[in-house]
């Protein structure tokens, strides 16, 4: 019951900062202002005042992005958490998840804030193919203000989807030990096998894994950074069909990931590896693991045409979720690229 | 002019929570620009920086916000230190001044051989 508590007297500290884009809006508006009228008193044309109080400020778009991730982020590893533990709860205590579920939408109110990428160096392209194609996609409720998937319908998603060219996912970064001589504690990447073919990532030495390679009983492969590869491996070729203990578990490398490699969620990675979850037990499972797909639209289809195109997967989740929150689930897909280049 | 010098990691906050101790209360811009004059415009603040840096304190309970009207009559949003910030300020001052004065040991030439 504490943790429940702790869960709702953080959710109560979100709800009391009432930090809403709107707001946010207004003080960089407020602040653009007084940065112009500086410029205009230190004798700037107008175009010229404004221009260079935006490029001091870095960009309207990357700095609420920026400010985005930090109201949101810190937070969420947690939240997921939480989220996990009440719907795994629900059944055993339903009066109160109804409980923090109808307070929550009183104070959260229907906030979708997207996951989408900060570039760390401002104007630089992601390291994707056809960024404009790629979604994030999934479930939100008032209590997740990011799309999340559940393994109990990202198969079904995936199998019966139609807006999408492919959709994958992944369940997250952990830390986890490099255990040999000179062991280092780094991040490890859970994903699909599909993941680095949908984001349109090729390996730059080796390949990603397979299907095959996917599953839990499956000897253990991995991709290593490019980071990681340099700084372990002096960017050695022979690094390839190398062994090395990931958490004391002989691991394959079969891969090294680009330079500009990057997690959609910007988490530091320095080893990919599959998430090997066991898919018939997921497929059956109620709510399953929490996880994050990221999609690519067929091309020429928008946004809202494959979220109508997802009604019936949608419906399907719907069916299977707790019943107090089936009013609250809304079907979200949303650009996963958000850099701009207006200036 | 001299180079100048990006705001090293982990010290804005600092920095904010000194100006907003010099300056009672102050909004977003204000702090800036007086973190930019404190440096002898040694130091640039990317603006878009702050605010993220803004929100952490403010998260933390370090400092407080309330909208209010600029000198300039202008609507903007003003932060002020908290009594948890205070305290926090205090202890980071502390800590930095423990780090300089040891890297300024390691930096200064040896007196006893």
Redesign the interface.
């Given at each position: 019951m504490r943790k429940l508590r702790a869960l709702w007297m953080r959710l109560r500290?979100v709800v009391a900062?009432g930090?809403t884009e709107d707001?946010?809006s207004?003080?960089?508006e407020?602040?653009l202002?007084?940065?112009i009228?500086?410029n205009l008193r230190a004798g700037m044309s107008a175009q010229q005042a404004r221009r260079e109080a935006i490029l001091?400020?870095?960009?309207i778009e990357?700095?609420t992005q920026?400010?985005r991730?930090?109201?949101t982020l810190?937070l969420l590893d947690n939240l997921l958490r939480d989220v996990r533990y009440a719907l795994r709860g629900f059944r055993r205590n339903p009066v109160f998840t109804m409980t923090v579920i109808a307070t929550l939408t009183l104070g959260i109110g229907a906030t979708t804030a997207v996951f989408s990428v900060v570039d760390p160096i401002l104007f630089r392209s992601l390291p994707y193919a056809n960024p404009e194609q790629l979604v994030s996609v999934g479930l939100t409720a008032p209590i997740i203000p990011v799309e999340f998937m559940l393994g109990g319908s990202y198969y079904d998603w995936r199998d019966h989807q139609h807006p999408f060219t492919a959709l994958t996912s992944e369940t997250g970064v952990e830390a986890c030990d490099l255990t040999e001589q000179n062991a280092i504690r780094l991040n490890c990447a859970h994903a699909e096998s599909s993941f680095l073919s949908t984001l349109g990532i090729a390996p730059v030495l080796g390949r990603s894994f397979t299907e095959e390679e996917d599953r839990p009983s499956a000897p253990k492969v991995a991709l290593i950074s490019y980071g990681l590869w340099q700084r372990r491996f002096g960017r050695d070729a022979d690094v390839l069909n190398k062994t090395i203990a990931i958490d004391g578990q002989q691991t394959r490398i079969i891969g090294v990931l680009p330079r500009s490699f990057e997690m959609p969620t910007l988490e530091p990675a320095d080893i990919l590896v599959p998430q090997a979850l066991d898919e018939t037990e997921q497929r059956k499972a109620d709510p399953g693991r929490v996880m994050y797909a990221f999609a690519r639209l067929k091309p020429g289809l928008t946004r809202e045409q494959a979220k109508a195109e997802l009604q019936p997967v949608f419906e399907y989740s719907l069916r299977l979720a707790p019943h107090a929150f089936v009013r609250k689930f809304t079907s979200e897909c949303v650009p996963y690229v958000t850099v701009s280049s207006k200036m | 002019m001299g180079t100048k010098g990006e705001v090293w990691q982990g010290t804005l906050a600092l920095m904010v929570l000194k100006t907003l101790e010099a300056m009672g209360s102050l909004h977003g811009y204000g702090v800036a620009r007086r973190i930019e004059q404190t440096s002898g415009n040694k130091l640039i603040v990317q603006y878009g920086t702050l605010y993220p840096a803004l929100l952490k304190l403010e998260q933390e309970g370090y400092i407080a916000s309330e909208w209010g009207v600029s000198e300039n009559n202008r609507r903007a949003k003003f932060y002020k230190l908290t009594r948890a910030g205070r305290r926090q300020l205090e202890r980071e001052t502390r800590d930095w001044e423990q780090a300089t004065a040891i890297l300024a040991r390691f930096l200064s030439p040896a007196e006893e051989a």
């Open positions: 500290g900062l930090k707001e946010f207004a003080e960089l407020s602040h202002q007084m940065h009228e500086d001091k400020l870095g960009g990357q700095t920026a400010y991730e930090r109201g810190p | -």
